[in-house]
């Protein structure tokens, strides 16, 4: 359980970056994780397909009404309206104030530049041309081997190596790159809307009913206190129920009436000594750090 | 415990700037700066660096996860706002085609040079070993590119090649599939450049020597006046783009290998950008020559015509390029 933690934590270090302001505050970016990449990027190859049949459904009504045949639209629409649609999506989307395409939108991501500047125009379209090396070329390819019937082993065991090896590219570097964005000099980042909800430490204190030894309040650190405070917050009734069995057992305290209230009152009092020793200039990271 | 207090006193005193420079935030993200009010667009620097300030208070002071994370997020956003781009689309379509298009052009020139001597190199070669070996034509164009267009076709029928078209219904189809294809391959002569530029040469060579396939097949039957027509319509345009895409992937390539005084990575990133406008205007090319191919060469029949087409567009490029201008900024 520690060493999960303490894994999970170093994760997180590890995808931390700097960006000092020029008011000298660093604003510490997470990278986005490869998953969350993934995940926009099929949101959004989800939305360039529905756009693409949406297109074709409308014109193939338009002849319908029109009692005009022919399938030259459709044809255009497939192969123009895709090489634009893949292109300029991407492309128009990140010129953008937001500097993320709906898929990374919804994913919570954005584009920056990697040295901390302006998101220049021309790094977005290079970073975003690569992609038709990246993604379409071997899929094409592979489509089109497809196609003709099995031509030769050998030519798609090529195509596949070729695909895996931009496909996976960003798991093997410490910045999650794609091709295109070791290229363009970018690199993307986390930004998940976070709400400001309400401060757990009330002014009317809980703790009234609950009086805490030191030795109680030793127990954890920093780490297990803000581990404390999303349980506080998603107040999900198993897991309220089995951290304050797992800290009623540690601090060796019997039945309590509430767990909820229990939590806030314990959660109040270590925050209240914690904060203390950090205006002290003592941070204690976790429950090993002593 | 007045310390605790102390920053409490902070979160309560603060939380209302924030909540509002994150609602101009939202404001400016959904719509535009402009519907922003003056004293609203006055207030949101002055936010900013409150917020900052707040945040540096807050790390060094509060153990409330929800509360850091939230400053973090809050600040970054209004940093990639403020110090982000400041032109509107418009401005910056009107900047791409009077400056950054032409300029990128430019930018490539050495490059372009190169390129074109491999291209010409490669179409001299593909010229000469078909000329003396006809068996080498069809190593350099594939079958469903020939269509019949092989040294087993008569005078006659490869002559009707040159003046019939696809048949009407298909222009648009044919001038479409033309585009992207050739589209495609200009990227790739971009995209394949970070591979020391090998990909690009070798792309440019094998261009360079279907065309010099075409023109010992077509020499052979004494076409070549005829060829040249049915090729420059579109071809000053079409290969005048591959080349600039050649030139691209050459600069990018050629930045891998010797990256100077940068890092590799950094060299390559930094040609990567520059070139990277000039890639849209290769696919902006691209799209002119699908035209000129596609409705252009079929529809216009006569030889003289069709040079002159293609010497104009080539003349209208260059222009466009290489004229000397005034620099707007002096």
Redesign the interface.
């Known amino acids: 359980m520690a060493e999960q933690a303490i894994l999970h934590r170093a994760q997180s270090v590890r995808m931390r970056r700097r960006l000092v302001t020029p008011e000298g505050v660093d604003l510490g970016l997470t990278l986005a994780s490869a998953g969350q990449r993934a995940t926009a990027f099929l949101l959004d190859a989800l939305i360039m397909f529905a756009t693409l049949i949406a297109m074709t459904l409308i014109v193939a009504f338009g002849f319908m009404a029109t009692g005009l045949a022919g399938a030259e639209p459709l044809a255009i629409i497939w192969l123009l309206g895709y090489f634009l649609l893949r292109n300029f999506y991407f492309i128009i989307l990140e010129m953008g104030p937001r500097a993320a395409t709906f898929g990374k939108r919804a994913s919570g991501l954005r584009v920056v530049a990697r040295d901390g500047g302006r998101l220049t125009a021309d790094a977005v379209i290079a970073r975003n041309l690569m992609r038709e090396i990246e993604v379409y070329l071997p899929l094409s390819f592979l489509g089109m081997e497809a196609a003709e019937g099995g031509a030769g082993a050998a030519m798609t065991l090529l195509g596949l190596g070729w695909a895996c090896l931009f496909l996976f590219f960003p798991l093997f570097n410490k910045d999650r790159l794609r091709v295109g964005d070791l290229l363009a000099g970018t690199w993307v980042i986390n930004t998940p809307r976070q709400r400001l909800t309400y401060d757990l430490m009330r002014a009317d204190a809980h703790s009234a009913g609950y009086a805490f030894t030191d030795e109680q309040l030793d127990a954890y650190g920093i780490f297990e206190l803000q581990t404390l405070e999303q349980v506080l917050r998603g107040g999900n009734q198993d897991s309220l129920d089995a951290v304050a069995t797992t800290i009623r057992g540690k601090l060796g305290i019997g039945e309590v009436e509430s767990h909820e209230a229990f939590l806030t009152a314990y959660y109040e009092a270590l925050r209240r000594r914690l904060e203390r020793k950090l205006l002290f200039g003592r941070r204690r990271l976790d429950k090993f750090d002593r | 415990?007045s310390?605790?207090q102390s920053?409490?006193g902070l979160?309560a005193e603060r939380?209302a700037e924030?909540?509002r420079l994150d609602d101009l935030l939202s404001t400016?993200?959904k719509r535009?700066p402009r519907s922003l009010s003056d004293e609203d667009l006055l207030a949101l620097p002055v936010l900013y660096?409150g917020a900052?300030?707040s945040?540096?208070v807050a790390r060094?002071?509060?153990?409330?996860?929800?509360?850091v994370?939230?400053l973090?997020?809050?600040?970054?956003?209004a940093?990639?706002?403020l110090?982000?781009?400041r032109t509107t689309?418009a401005a910056?379509l009107r900047q791409f085609f009077t400056r950054d298009w032409p300029a990128a052009m430019r930018g490539l020139a050495r490059e372009t040079l190169i390129a074109l001597a491999i291209l010409v190199i490669g179409t001299i070669g593909g010229y000469f070993l078909v000329t003396s070996q006809p068996e080498f034509y069809n190593a350099f164009v594939p079958e469903e590119l020939a269509s019949g267009r092989d040294f087993n076709a008569s005078r006659e029928a490869l002559a009707e090649g040159l003046y019939s078209g696809a048949g009407g219904?298909?222009l648009?189809?044919f001038a479409?599939?033309l585009?992207?294809h050739n589209?495609?391959v200009a990227?790739?002569c971009?995209?394949?450049g970070?591979a020391f530029g090998a990909p690009t040469v070798l792309l440019l060579l094998y261009h360079g020597g279907m065309l010099g396939a075409f023109l010992a097949l077509y020499g052979s039957h004494g076409l070549t006046f005829e060829l040249g027509g049915w090729l420059i319509i579109h071809g000053s345009t079409e290969l005048f783009a591959i080349v600039l895409a050649g030139a691209a992937g050459l600069r990018?390539g050629w930045s891998v290998v010797f990256p100077g005084a940068l890092p590799r990575?950094?060299a390559?990133?930094?040609s990567?950008?520059?070139?990277?406008?000039a890639?849209?205007g290769v696919?902006l090319m691209l799209l002119v020559a699908g035209l000129l191919e596609g409705l252009g060469r079929q529809l216009i029949r006569d030889d003289l015509v069709r040079y002159a087409i293609g010497m104009t567009m080539l003349i209208l490029w260059c222009a466009y390029y290489y004229l000397p201008r005034r620099n707007p900024h002096g």
């Open positions: 415990m310390d605790t920053f409490r979160r939380e924030w909540r400016c993200e535009s660096r900052l300030s945040l540096s060094e002071t509060s153990l409330d996860l929800e509360l994370t939230y973090e997020t809050l600040c970054a956003r940093y990639f706002f110090y982000g781009v689309p910056r219904d298909g648009a189809v479409t599939v585009f992207t589209s495609r990227i790739f971009f995209a394949l970070f990018i990575l950094a390559a990133s930094r990567g950008r520059e070139t990277a406008t890639m849209v696919v």
